[in-house]
Every structure is written in C-alpha cells, then in structure tokens.
C-alpha cells in the first residue's frame, strides 16, 4: 500500500469506534475505495477491530459483496435474476464470454474487465439486464450485449 | 398559454433511468427554460411509477396523460402539447391491442385501473427527494397524531384490530409482534427495517424505498415510540443504490424538519434512523441472521429453541424487525383508522399486497393490489396476458421459497393463507410468469441452484440436501436422468424441508415439490422419453 492509500485508510478508520458492529460498513466503504479488499487493508482493519484475520475473512468470505482481488475498469455485471433467467440471462452471460475472452468471476489480466452475476438486481421488467460498473442497461440481447462490449472496448464516450 | 399549472412528472425509478430518464429530464428543464414555461410548467423527478417496461415514462399532470418510451428528441413535442389548444402525442401514448387505439389517461390503461395503489400512492407522484412534497399530500400527520393524541398502547390496538400481516413473507399479525416487543423488558429497544429485498424476481421494496422513503420513515418512527425504542436501522441491500441515496436525503432532512432526533414534535420522544447496508446474503432475509449481520458476523440463523427477536435481538435487546411494505402502510392505519385498513382484503388477510410482476407477461412492472384478488386478474387483466400468442404454463409466487402453479389454480384469490395450500406461497411479492417455452424442470434446477448457493452451510440437510438435488435436476436437464430420480427429489425434498434449520431450508424444495407435483409427466418426458417438452433445454435439442 502506498502513502495515498494509506491516508485513505486511515480516513475511512477515523469515522469508526472500532466496535465489532463497524466490520461490514468498514469493509463496504474500503471496499468503494479500492475496488476490492487488498490483504494490506484486511490486516490493519482486523487489527483496528481487534480481531483476528481470520476472523475478518470468515465474514469478507460468507457474504457475496466482498472481493479479495482487484477487479477491472468495466465491471460487467450479468443479473440471473429469475425473470432475466427466463428471458435469456445464461444467453447474454455466455455471449459476454465469448466477447471479453473471460468466464464469470475472473478479471482480464489488464484489468480492463470484470465479469460477474448477481442474484438479482430488481429491474425485472427489463429483463434480461446487466450493469456496467453501476449504470443498468436493460432488455439486453446477444446482439446488443455484442455492440454494447465493442463500443466499449473501443473507448467510445457515451458508453457509461 | 394555459393558466393552470402543470406539473410534468418523469419517473426516476431504477428501470426509468436505465433507460435515459435522467436524459429525459434535463432535455425537459433545457427546452422549458428555453422557451421561458418555468412558471407554468413544473417539472418533478419522482419515484418508480410502476411500469418500469414503458419506460422512461413521463406524466402530464393533473390530467394524467401517460406519455412511455421518452426519449430526448420528444421532448420539443411533449412541450408544445402543453399549450393551450395541446393534442396528445399520439405515437408516445400506450397502445391497447385489445381495443384497438392509443390511450391517453394512465387511469384508462388496464395495467393501472384493477390496481388499488394505497402504499404506492406516492410512489411515482412526488418526489422522493423533497420532504415538502411528503407534507403537502399529508406526510408525517400520521405522525403528528400518534404522538400527540396517542398512548402507545392505543397505537398498537390499532395496528392488531386492522389485521395488518407482515409483508416481508412470513404474514406474522404485526400487531402481536409489536405488543410482544413493547411488553419485552430491556433499558433499550431497536426497530429495524428489513429492506434486504434478496428474492430473485421482487424489486417492490426497493421501489417503495425509491419512490417513497418518508413513508417508511414515518412508520418506523411511529413503531419506535410505540415499542419504546429510540434507535432505527434501515437493512438495506447492497445492490439498491439509489433506494440508499434516497433514504440518505430523507434521513437528513427528516431531522432537519425534526421528525427523528431529540424531542421529536416537542413530544420528549427521541428516535433516530441509521441505514445499514447489507452486504449479499440471502438469508440475512431471516431474523437472527439478519441481526448477527449488522453486529458484524456471518450472518447464520440461530438455532431453535431461541426467544423470539422482538424479546431478545440486536445486541440481546428487544428489536422489532419488520418489513418495508409492512411499516410503509402504518402511516395509512394510524391515519384512516384500522377500520378502514380492515375494510379491504379477504378475511385474514387485510389491505393490500403489491407485486413485481415479470416473466413472460405482456405488461410487467410493480403492482398493488386488493388481498384476494385473483392471479388470473393479476395476470391477464393488469399483465394484458401472455405475448406473442404464447400458452399459459404456469405462475411463479414466492420466488426460492415458493412454487410452480399450473392453470388450474388461476381463480384461485391471492393472500396469505391460499397460496400455501397448493405448496406456494405469496412470499414478499414476486409473481413470475412462465410461458410453453419454459421448461419447469429446468426453472426448479434455476431456483435450487440459487437456494444451493445462498445456504449459509450452518446445518446439514440445508448444505447437503440442496446440493444432492441440483445435481439430479442438473443431470435431467443434461439428458442424464435416471429413473427414479423422482422419487428421489421427493424423499429429499421432504426430508430437507422438515429438518432444515430455517426457513430458508424449510422451503427452499418448495420450487421441486410443486413441480413435480403439478407437472410431473415433464420429467417423466425428461427421464424416461429423452425429451423436453417444452424445447427449452439445450441437451434435448
């Protein structure tokens, strides 16, 4: 970690008591700041607690927000909720695949790209419906998944 | 120019501004303000009005012409329909293929008019952001009179005599908890929000959050005085965003107004609300997990025997734990009278019930509706039916925890006790439609996939259990099946469900049980005939 994130760190402890019940909102707010949780982050927040590593990571690892390794630029988020799933999601995610050259949950190895799924995102009447980092892109097709990917490989503005 | 004035509303819900509802609006502020309209016109971001499939969706108040599918290059065309000798733009307005022609009024649309938007009144029509637009269609007098007229034992009758149900799922009377809580010894109390919206297919208490946070607001502060708490939380999921940002700004300016802090009204009563953010965990849905979430721990149901979390909850105190839809609706009790709550609904189950409607539906977006009503009015009148000429399959309710019903049971009223008696259940409110393009088998392997995944692990027949099952219905939807695997999923299924630790064991093989039950002769095509009947699965084709 470097003397910038460090201060962040720091910044983010300093609202907090260091009280057991601080855990997860710490975790999230690092977690905003640095995409993930980097293992530097994890020992001096375990310490602030005053718990063990060990016991941050049985919570970091029991519930499905928190990430232990960076992710990339464009978070691509496919939603397998139960109406996107009826409306083709496994079709989008898998086109997705084929386009990024990655499965779900890996990151490409310049971390331009993310690509996961979520349980549901609650835009059911949109389905099928993904995210790119927080914007919702609904009524998704292979076809426009495609497009959607190339536009933003290419950098083009517009995209968000 | 007309001299009335016409508030423009441009719905900001998540699906709205997923399609360019934000575009929308500053077209809409750049082109008043051009053609100098500020004073005749008013524009309102407001929250989710419902029919998140025609959005962007913009409104034309107060005759309430229904304008969908906005895009930026409409708007010089919404503008000029304003003025005095304005005609409706034709192309803009919901076309009824039943009837043939356009309609302009959203009160017309069949979608809104078998519809009792009671919760959801505001919801679409002030703006979530701005408090004064809670007060001036009477926000926090239900507020005012609790306080000020009220002991909190005459609130809590009043909540038990209007039959109110909770909402979250489980239809627990409200009333009897909020007693029980109220009666619990401890020198502190919480009241706790459950917004943690987790079912695949339900998004009505992240619009709810959305559209109309000082709702919840105000009956979270009327449960805190009445049980005798002084602090609030909000469990909100991690994935509803803007439901937090709303909630944030209504937090804030709810203290401003002194609605929640110290001396609440000049009462004496303090009360004030944190939000917590959940972190994605299904079963954080369950009371004792939920608790141990926001105290910092992995979030695993406690064993029964255990005292119920109304006497013993956060940090071992007395904690009400309701859900959003079932706080949003105290406002309307304390205000109407449980009288007149009671008036509406079936016998034992009071009020409303409000829905995502999704699936293979020609009209899907967030519904409210009488208890009682039935599924075939949910689905054909307010959904408009089945696209594209399709068949009828079946109606999902209850999401994981819930089941498969056929056609047979589409007279059947919706509430809280029916559902159940054909293996389903109301659940929190989704209602997915499934068409003869879905296959059953392969929707049971989608929710056992999802319940597999979300078991906490803490008891066997849950981790264990689920798993064996996915991985006979993923073997019959892979053309694996083998016979016998039926009575399998039925002996598992029975044994996961009677001995599972919580609820969300207990029901989880609700989806299987129900299909199997109701559409057996599919997996029997699926086993022994090597077929999909309905073509859906890819190892059959």
Not at chain 2, 37 to 56: D, M, N, V, W, Y
Not at chain 2, 141 to 157: G, R
Request: glycine share 12%.
């Amino acid at each position: 970690m470097d003397k910038i994130e460090e201060g962040l760190l720091r910044g983010i402890l300093s609202f907090y008591h260091g009280n057991r019940s601080d855990l997860i909102p710490i975790l999230l707010e690092v977690q905003a700041k640095f995409s993930y949780l980097p293992e530097e982050t994890t020992q001096q927040i375990a310490s602030f607690l005053n718990i063990t590593e060990g016991e941050l990571h049985s919570v970091a690892s029991f519930y499905n927000q928190f990430r232990l390794t960076p992710v990339g630029r464009h978070r691509l988020t496919v939603c397998r909720g139960t109406a996107c799933h009826i409306h083709g999601a496994p079709q989008i995610l898998s086109e997705l695949e084929k386009a990024v050259g990655i499965k779900e949950g890996e990151t490409t190895p310049d971390l331009e790209y993310t690509l996961e799924s979520v349980a549901c995102i609650g835009c059911c009447a949109l389905a099928p419906c993904m995210k790119v980092n927080d914007n919702v892109h609904g009524e998704m097709t292979p076809q426009k998944t495609g497009e959607l990917f190339s536009v933003l490989n290419t950098g083009e503005q517009g995209v968000r | 120019m007309s001299d009335r004035q016409h508030p423009l509303l441009v719905c900001h819900g998540t699906g709205c501004i997923s399609g360019g509802a934000e575009q929308v609006y500053s077209s809409l502020v750049e082109e008043i303000d051009k053609l100098n309209l500020g004073e005749s016109i008013k524009i309102k971001r407001t929250g989710c009005h419902g029919f998140c499939q025609r959005g962007p969706l913009v409104i034309v108040e107060p005759e309430g012409i229904f304008y969908s599918k906005v895009v930026p290059g409409d708007i010089p065309d919404i503008t000029q329909s304003l003025l005095p000798e304005r005609r409706h733009i034709e192309r803009l307005l919901y076309y009824d293929s039943v009837i043939k022609r356009p309609i302009p009024h959203y009160h017309d649309i069949p979608f809104y008019y078998k519809q009792q938007r009671t919760v959801l009144r505001n919801c679409g029509n002030i703006d979530p952001e701005d408090i004064n637009d809670y007060l001036a269609v009477g926000g926090y007098q239900a507020l005012h009179k609790a306080i000020s007229e009220m002991t909190p034992e005459q609130i809590i009758d009043e909540v038990r005599s209007s039959g109110l149900r909770g909402l979250g799922g489980a239809g627990f009377p409200t009333g009897r908890k909020w007693e029980s809580c109220q009666r619990a010894r401890g020198d502190e109390k919480y009241v706790i929000c459950n917004a943690d919206e987790g079912d695949p297919g339900a998004f009505q208490d992240r619009s709810t959050l959305e559209g109309d946070p000082h709702s919840v607001l105000e009956g979270m502060i009327i449960a805190g005085y009445a049980i005798g708490a002084k602090r609030g939380f909000i469990y909100a999921r991690a994935e509803y965003p803007l439901a937090v940002k709303r909630l944030r700004i209504a937090i804030s300016q709810a203290r401003e107004k002194g609605f929640l802090g110290e001396d609440i009204l000049g009462s004496g009563f303090d009360f004030d609300i944190e939000i917590f953010q959940g972190a994605g965990a299904f079963v954080c849905g369950e009371s004792t997990a939920l608790v141990l979430s926001i105290e910092g721990e992995r979030g695993m149901p406690k064993p029964q025997p255990r005292p119920r979390t109304s006497e013993v909850g956060l940090w071992g105190k007395p904690t009400l734990l309701n859900n959003v839809k079932t706080f949003a609706n105290v406002p309307l009790i304390i205000a109407h009278g449980s009288g007149w709550f009671a008036s509406r609904g079936t016998k034992n189950s009071k009020g409303t019930a409000i829905f995502s409607l999704t699936g293979k539906v020609v009209n899907s977006g967030l519904i409210e509706v009488p208890m009682g009503i039935r599924l075939r009015e949910i689905i054909y009148d307010i959904g408009g039916g089945i696209p594209e000429g399709r068949a009828f399959k079946a109606v999902q309710t209850g999401g994981p925890s819930g089941g498969c019903l056929p056609g047979e049971f589409l007279n059947m009223p919706v509430d809280f006790d029916t559902l159940t008696t054909v293996g389903s259940m109301m659940g929190s409110g989704g209602i997915v439609v499934l068409d003869q393009d879905i296959c059953v088998v392969e929707v049971a392997r989608y929710f056992l996939d999802f319940t597999q995944r979300e078991s906490c692990g803490q008891c066997m027949p849950c981790r264990v259990g689920t798993k064996q099952m996915l991985d006979i219905l993923e073997g019959i939807t892979r053309r694996e099946g083998r016979p016998g695997d039926i009575d399998l999923l039925l002996e598992l299924g029975e044994a996961v469900a009677r001995t599972s630790l919580c609820a969300l064991g207990q029901s989880a093989p609700n989806p299987v049980l129900t299909t199997i039950r109701y559409f057996r002769d599919e997996y029997e095509a699926h086993i022994n005939k090597k077929q999909c009947p309905s073509g859906a699965c890819h190892a059959y084709l």
